[in-house]
């Protein structure tokens, strides 16, 4: 009777579990980005710059992503000059200075000064003793888990140096 009855409860659970939303599969860096619905500009900067499979790779990868608002500080013609394909590489080290090739989360930064490597061959300055600066950007948000890693929102592009 007992067997009967643990049976059907595993039935149910499995058949709950294959109704629910989002129980597929996981969301890389790029889905997960876009389900916040901030970051319509960014997702369009690393398309237009073909780091697509950057962010859906294996990961795990740290994506320090500026919202829509920190891209309207930019003046316009800087976004739109970015934006031509003549200036796809401009582009594409403006993006990969954002990323960090593995797993930074704020546990790890919490309370401490430390340098992160770029993909784009730079080094961000993470100063989380007095809040949390990305180089001379505020985080507004951390450890939005994809599937590949980490985003964090900041409210500033950051510009290769």
Avoid: C, W
Wanted: charged share 20%.
């Amino acid at each position: 009777m007992y067997r009967k009855f643990a049976l059907r409860v595993a039935a149910v659970v499995l058949a709950a579990l294959l109704v629910l939303p989002g129980t597929s599969r996981a969301k890389d860096i790029l889905e997960t980005a876009t389900d916040a619905g901030t970051f319509t500009i960014l997702l369009a900067a690393v398309k237009a710059a073909g780091l697509t499979p950057l962010f859906q790779g294996k990961g795990p990868i740290t994506l320090f992503a500026p919202t829509d608002d920190a891209f309207a500080k930019l003046p316009k013609a800087t976004m739109e000059s970015l934006l031509r394909p003549e200036n796809k590489e401009k582009l594409q080290h403006l993006i990969t200075f954002h990323l960090v090739m593995g797993r930074v989360t704020s546990r790890d930064f919490m309370g401490k000064r430390l340098e992160a490597a770029t993909a784009e061959g730079g080094t961000l300055l993470i100063d989380a003793t007095k809040g949390i600066l990305v180089d001379d950007a505020k985080m507004i948000k951390s450890d939005l888990v994809a599937d590949n890693g980490f985003i964090h929102v900041i409210d500033t592009v950051m510009m290769p140096h």
